[in-house]
């Protein structure tokens, strides 16, 4: 990995005045309101009192909705006043080695609006346009009113919803605004998508740094319009540790570190702060979401000095999903991890990881007496396999330093951290301490049990992945009543839209729509096999969790092959069709030059024609697996076959229900 070139990127951060001086200059204010504006996509910023707006295409996309925070007890927004405004245009791009994309454009226009006491930057790009608010001191951040206005009743809405900040595991819903209704106490949270006035809006931040993330709850329709409040998790004022799911009280360690009583204020900043980018991708049809760069480019750069040419992305041998292999000696012991090794050696995954079960008692200072710790590291590094620890966040919490430190000497390569499941500025703290910590000792981290992406993967790129997704891990419990077909279209447009997923797919027992009943050891997927292997390439995960055992694997591995080879990160991605309620086709670009073109649908059966206009010149050599016709009934058979394409070649795919393809193109 190439150290990363951030000389343009501090006027994103910083302002104008570091290296755009001179370009600045000062917006008309007799239209009644300053704009950054962008291609076809613009910001509007008014004043007296505060709001925004966002157009695409000179139609309005995001309603006029008034803004403002509290601060020391303080509204202010309500009559604020343009002091002095200022635009810029920005420019320049970064090489971007683990992401889905060679490189990351940050050109744009950037607006500037001071007024006194605080302050509201604006950015438009080609992909989106954003906001945040800018403190000018130390002050008490008791709340910023930050709600959106969705412009017409008619707007089509594909949301989520959660009963507990943080906790962001369930399936998307949909429905037209004009339906949607207040839940409760449950809340909207991001990214959430919706279609107005031409255009595809996905709601989301970026650079949430010491403050909570932004959620959405009460639903309020006027005028032909439909407004939702926004909601934070204030911050901790009391928290309890939390044991195994008997939900035991600690005084240490333990599963979760949960908020018993809250502060009346976000967070308490101890001199100006930026707080997060609210942040709009626009596009002309959902496909294009997948393409969107904007969370990345806003959130803050890695320091100039930072050396990350040592984080390796790859795939990873789970052992959790599949019940330990349940092969010979089962469970979670030393056999058990030698024969995963051995398969990840043999297979060339880089990576197995140690789930629960490692650790005596949720103690990661006390190994299970069936698990040879020391010893299967060394066993594993001595094969060129990294082992990934997992550990609930508890065990991390308040002893980050001494954690990364301590398993970075035993030989380990990184940690999967989960039970996060809070949304307060505390948590968002951590998180960045950890990756900090364990960029430090050179680790990577996923975190599981944890809020979307926000873009702390950009400063830290040993953060390889994320959840906050409805995965293939819900299986072992059950998918009665929840459409895992639709669920898993919907993530692409929705979820992934904020950035990496944690999905975990490639199982190899594949089950009939409607057929499948929960099992905890032998658990399986919904939909055709061809289905488990297009994920891999549909899906971004600079950590890619192979979910299935190496028993099932060694019994399918013309399709394994094929799957282990499918890169996790890429040179190029662009969204080819399909809507978060029917279908998803998009093609990647790998690092050697090859494509990948991969789709799936919902419990529809469906006809899809690829076209192959994406390749370059030439003939190439198409690698193909697809549905059978018998997918439908026997979701485990598929067609592999190979054939030679030239750029423009269409493909025609007959997708069964839960179905889908896959195919790479080589020279």
Not at 74 to 81: I, L
Not at 259 to 266: F, G, R, V
Not at 345 to 362: Q, R
Not at 421 to 427: H, L, P, Q
């Amino acid at each position: 990995m190439k150290k990363v070139n951030n000389i343009y990127v501090a006027a994103l951060i910083a302002g104008c005045a570091a290296l755009l001086a001179g370009c600045c200059n000062s917006p008309d204010l007799s239209k009644g309101y300053v704009e950054a504006k962008y291609s076809d996509n613009e910001i509007r910023l008014y004043a007296n009192p505060l709001a925004y707006e966002v157009l695409k295409v000179g139609k309005v996309v995001v309603g006029k909705t008034e803004i403002g925070l509290i601060l020391d007890g303080k509204k202010v927004g309500p009559s604020a006043q343009f002091e002095k405004v200022s635009s810029c245009k920005l420019s320049g791009s970064v090489d971007t080695p683990v992401y889905k994309k060679e490189s990351v454009d940050l050109s744009g226009c950037e607006t500037f609006a001071d007024f006194g006491e605080f302050a509201v930057r604006l950015v438009a790009r080609k992909d989106g346009v954003a906001y945040r608010f800018e403190t000018k001191a130390a002050a008490t951040i008791d709340f910023e009113d930050s709600p959106i206005t969705i412009p017409t009743m008619d707007a089509r809405v594909w949301l989520n919803r959660t009963n507990r900040f943080g906790c962001e595991e369930t399936v998307p819903e949909f429905c037209n605004a004009s339906k949607m209704h207040t839940d409760g106490g449950r809340m909207i949270y991001l990214p959430f998508v919706y279609s107005a006035n031409g255009a595809v809006v996905a709601v989301t931040e970026s650079n949430v740094i010491d403050y909570p993330i932004w959620n959405f709850r009460n639903v309020t329709k006027k005028d032909g319009t439909l407004k939702l409040d926004a909601i934070y998790e204030g911050y901790p004022k009391k928290t309890q540790r939390y044991g195994g799911w008997g939900e035991k009280k600690l005084d240490a360690g333990g599963r979760w570190v949960r908020i018993e009583a809250h502060e009346k204020y976000l967070v308490k900043a101890d001199g100006p702060k930026n707080l997060p980018w609210r942040t709009f991708i626009l596009a002309n049809t959902p496909a294009e979401l997948c393409e969107s760069d904007i969370v990345f480019a806003l959130a803050e750069p890695q320091d100039k000095d930072a050396d990350f040419s040592w984080v390796k992305p790859g795939k990873v041998a789970w052992d959790w999903w599949n019940g330990f292999d349940n092969q010979g000696d089962s469970g979670c012991n030393t056999k058990t991890y030698k024969r995963f090794i051995d398969f990840a050696a043999k297979t060339g995954v880089e990576y197995v990881i140690f789930d629960e079960g490692w650790s005596a008692a949720l103690n990661i200072w006390q190994y299970s007496k069936s698990v040879d710790v020391p010893g299967l590291i060394k066993y594993a590094n001595e094969k060129g396999v990294g082992i990934i620890l997992w550990m609930a966040w508890a065990q991390v919490y308040g002893e980050e330093e001494k954690v990364a430190s301590y398993f970075a000497k035993l030989g380990a390569k990184g940690f999967k951290v989960d039970f996060m499941d809070r949304g307060d500025a505390e948590m968002a703290s951590f998180l960045e301490k950890f990756a900090a910590a364990c960029a430090k000792h050179k680790m990577v981290v996923d975190y599981h049990g944890v809020y979307r992406p926000v873009g702390l993967h950009r400063k830290y790129p040993n953060i390889l992945n994320y959840e906050g997704i409805h995965g293939l891990e819900q299986m072992k419990w059950g998918e009665k009543g929840k459409d895992m077909a639709y669920n898993d279209v919907a993530c692409f447009f929705l979820r992934m839209s904020a950035g990496p997923m944690d999905y975990t797919p490639g199982a190899m027992l594949n089950y009939k729509i409607g057929s499948y009943k929960k099992s905890y050891v032998r658990p399986g997927s919904v939909g055709t096999r061809v289905r488990q292997m297009a994920l891999l390439a549909l899906y971004e995960a600079p950590l890619q969790m192979l979910c299935d055992s190496p028993t099932h694997y060694e019994k399918n591995m013309e399709c394994f092959t094929f799957m282990s080879k499918i890169p996790v990160v890429w040179d190029d991605t662009i969204g080819l069709d399909g809507t978060p309620e029917t279908f998803v086709a998009a093609a990647r670009k790998a690092k050697d030059g090859s494509w990948y073109a991969a789709g799936m649908t919902n419990k529809e059966a469906r006809e899809y024609a690829l076209d192959t206009s994406f390749l370059g010149r030439g003939e190439w050599k198409a690698e193909i697996f697809r549905d059978a016709p018998e997918s439908s009934d026997k979701p485990e058979a598929y067609i592999h076959e190979i054939i030679t394409v030239k750029a423009g070649d269409k493909l025609s795919f007959k997708m069964a229900s839960g179905g889908g393809f896959v195919v790479r193109f080589a020279k």
